[in-house]
Structures are given as structure tokens and as C-alpha cells.
């Protein structure tokens, strides 16, 4: 059941972010900005709790490889050598410019939202993000189909045994 909640987060997740590059498009043909992917800088907070601990353990995990990193790029040279010939490209590509974690507060607090939800059983979680993949998006997650009106004709039914 854990694994079909995984799969539906990344599912709620991949819908939400091509609605918002959707949106954000549009305001760059308005604006003549160039589209294009950019990372997501937005406070875990501000994610919708069905997938925000997908995004939480992903940054988390981030983090981890980026502290691991840095501590072996700081054991293997020494930090006070400064070479006066390297300029700011010299410097970025040996990793010693100044590094930036724009998300470390935010994985440190406390989230009551996202433990309440979960600490709901993984069936009552799935079955959350199912509905709001239906409300939201058209889509049914066990038929894997995005239906074109909110009517949703064709598809069996809200649960997994509906659609045996």
C-alpha cells in the first residue's frame, strides 16, 4: 500500500508542476519571457501536504549528498590556500565558492500538517491523493487516464477493486 502512496504523490506531484508550467507559461507569452524549467525555491509549507512529504524527504536526501560533498571537497585541499590568479569561474569549478542551502531551515521545522497526514493509515492517504487526482485533474489513478470533463464516463469507480 506504501508503495502505491509513493506513486500517486509522484503522480499528484508531476500533475501539479505541469499545471503551474502551464500557468507560468502563459505569463511568458505575455511577458516574452523564455520558458524554461527552473528549481522550485518554494517553502515546504506552501506544497500541498499530499505530496509535500515526498518534496521533504527528496530535500532531505539532497542535503545529506551536498553536506556529504562538502565534507570530503573540505578534506581534500586545504582551505586556507587562496590562489590570487583564480577568478570567479576558477573558483566555482573547485567547488570554493560560497555554498548556499536556501531550504535547511525549512526542513528543520516542525510541519503538524504533514505528521496528522502521516499518521493517517496509508490506505486513507492513497485514497486522498486519488480524490484530489479526480477533483483536481480529471485523472483516474488506477485507470491511468485523464478524462476530458469532471463526468469521467468510462471510468468503474474511486477504489482498485472497482476497476478489476
Not at 524554461?36 to 506552501?46: A, D, E, Y
Not at 505530496?51 to 545529506?64: H, M, N, V, Y
Amino acid at each position: 500500500m506504501e508503495g502505491l502512496f509513493g506513486t500517486a504523490m509522484r503522480v499528484a506531484e508531476r500533475m501539479n508542476e505541469e499545471r503551474e508550467e502551464e500557468v507560468k507559461g502563459q505569463v511568458a507569452e505575455v511577458c516574452d519571457e523564455k520558458p524554461g524549467r527552473k528549481i522550485s525555491s518554494k517553502p515546504l509549507k506552501q506544497i500541498n501536504v499530499l505530496w509535500r512529504g515526498l518534496i521533504r524527504q527528496r530535500e532531505e536526501k539532497e542535503r545529506d549528498r551536498r553536506m556529504r560533498y562538502d565534507l570530503h571537497q573540505s578534506l581534500s585541499r586545504l582551505p586556507t590556500y587562496d590562489d590570487a590568479e583564480e577568478d570567479k569561474d576558477d573558483k566555482r569549478a573547485l567547488s570554493k565558492d560560497k555554498i548556499r542551502y536556501t531550504l535547511v531551515e525549512d526542513l528543520e521545522e516542525e510541519d503538524p500538517e504533514l505528521d496528522a497526514f502521516l499518521a493517517l493509515e496509508p490506505a486513507e492517504r492513497l485514497h486522498k491523493v486519488v480524490l484530489h487526482l479526480r477533483e483536481e485533474y480529471n485523472y483516474c489513478f488506477w485507470c491511468k487516464f485523464t478524462y476530458p470533463d469532471n463526468e469521467m464516463d468510462g471510468c468503474p469507480g474511486l477504489t482498485e477493486e472497482d476497476h478489476d
